[in-house]
C-alpha cells in the first residue's frame, strides 16, 4: 500500500489538524528535529520506541520528506547532499543468516548503499579492487574478505577528498534484526560521524534496546511512543479531510463534527499506539473503499478489520502482506496467495 505518509513533526500546521494544546506540547520535538537537519553538527537523531509505535514510518517519512531535504540543504551550504537510505528487513519468515546478523554484514550494506549512491566512491573505499578487476560483465563476481571491510570503512572516515565538495546523510532502520553486535555496530557508526562531525549525519532507530540508549544518550533524538497519540491525530485528520479533496468532501458531508471526533478517538482506541496498523488500516480505506465515507461504515469497517488482524485471518494478498509486515519479529503461518 503505497500512500503518501505526512507528520505534524515537519508539515505545517493547520487548526483543522491539531489543537493549541498537542502543537505546544510537540513544538519542543518538532525544533529539536528541524535544528538537527539544518544546523546542528550533532552527528546522531536517535528515533526509538516500542514495536510498531511508527519508527520505520517517521524514518522513511523524514527520508523522502521535502522539508527535510530543504533543511539539510542548508546544512550542506555549497557543498553536494548525498542521502542513503537503509532500511534492513527480514524477508518473510526466514531468519537472518550469520553474515546478515553481525557488523560485516551491516558495514557491507552501508558501503554497498554509499558506492551505489555515489559510484566515484569505490577506487576511494576499495582501491585494490578498482585496479586489478576487469571491467568485464562476464568475470567471476569480485570477492571482498571482512578485513577488506574494515579498511574500507576506515578509509571512508578518514580519506579527506571524499568531503571535498559532498556531504552525507544517513537514514538507517532496522538495526534490532541483527539481534547481536550492537555494541560493535554502534562504535564503527560512532567513529564515521565522529571522524567527519561537520560532514555526516546517521538518523537511527531502536526499539530502545540498552546499547542503543547509553551510546546515544547524548544525542537528540524522539521517543515515539510519547509523541505519537498526538502524531496519529494530525495524521487521521490529514488523511481523511486533507488528503484527496473529493473524499475529504464526502466525508464531511456524510458526517458531523461530533461523529468525526468520534471517529477519531475510535481509531486511536482500536490501534493502541501503534503508527504503523493506524497507516495501514487508513490506507486500507482510502485505497480500497473509497465510498466508505459515513461514520457507521468506517467505524463497522475498522472494528472487522482489527478482529481479523488480531485473529491473524485477514485473507486478501494486500492485508496478508500487511501482517508479515506487522508479525516479523513472531511471523504467523500463512496460507499461501
Not at 473503499?289 to 486478501?316: C, H, P
Amino acid at each position: 500500500m503505497h500512500h503518501e505518509q505526512k507528520s505534524c513533526l515537519l508539515d505545517d500546521y493547520s487548526p483543522s489538524l491539531m489543537s493549541l494544546e498537542h502543537r505546544r506540547a510537540l513544538e519542543p520535538t518538532r525544533k529539536a528535529l528541524a535544528s538537527w537537519l539544518k544546523y546542528s553538527d550533532s552527528g546522531f537523531f536517535h528515533i526509538s520506541g516500542k514495536p510498531r509505535s511508527g519508527k520505520t514510518k517517521m524514518i522513511d517519512y523524514i527520508a523522502y520528506s521535502e522539508v527535510a531535504r530543504k533543511h539539510l540543504k542548508t546544512w550542506c551550504k555549497t557543498k553536494r547532499l548525498t542521502q542513503t537510505n537503509i532500511f534492513f528487513r527480514r524477508m518473510g519468515d526466514r531468519r537472518e543468516t550469520s553474515c546478515e546478523s553481525n557488523l560485516q554484514g551491516m558495514l557491507r550494506v552501508i558501503l554497498w548503499s554509499l558506492i551505489n549512491d555515489k559510484q566515484e566512491l569505490t577506487p576511494r573505499l576499495f582501491p585494490r579492487q578498482y585496479d586489478s578487476y576487469p571491467r568485464d560483465f562476464d568475470e567471476d563476481p569480485c570477492v571482498i574478505d571482512d578485513e577488506e571491510v574494515l579498511l574500507a570503512w576506515d578509509r571512508l572516515a578518514k580519506l579527506d577528498d571524499i568531503y571535498t565538495d559532498d556531504k552525507f546523510v544517513l537514514y538507517l532502520d532496522g538495526l534490532n534484526h541483527f539481534k547481536q553486535g550492537f555494541p560493535r555496530m554502534l562504535d564503527h557508526l560512532k567513529q564515521w560521524v565522529l571522524a567527519r562531525p561537520l560532514d555526516v549525519k546517521i538518523c537511527i532507530s531502536s526499539r530502545g534496546e540498552v546499547e542503543f540508549q547509553d551510546s546515544l544518550k547524548s544525542y537528540p533524538g524522539i521517543i515515539m511512543h510519547e509523541v505519537s497519540q498526538a502524531d496519529m491525530l494530525w495524521y487521521i485528520r490529514w488523511a481523511l479531510l486533507h488528503d484527496d479533496e473529493d473524499y475529504a468532501a464526502r466525508y464531511v458531508r456524510n458526517t458531523s463534527p461530533l461523529e468525526r471526533e468520534e471517529l477519531e478517538q475510535h481509531f486511536l482506541t482500536k490501534v493502541n499506539g501503534s503508527f504503523f496498523l493506524l497507516w495501514s488500516l487508513i490506507g486500507r480505506i482510502k485505497l480500497t473503499f473509497k465510498d466508505m465515507t459515513s461514520r457507521d461504515a468506517i467505524k463497522g469497517f475498522v472494528d472487522d478489520w482489527m478482529q481479523q488482524y488480531e485473529q491473524g485471518t485477514l485473507n486478501d494478498h494486500v492485508d496478508q502482506q500487511l501482517l508479515r509486515e506487522s508479525y516479523r519479529d513472531d511471523p504467523p503461518k500463512l496460507p499461501q496467495v
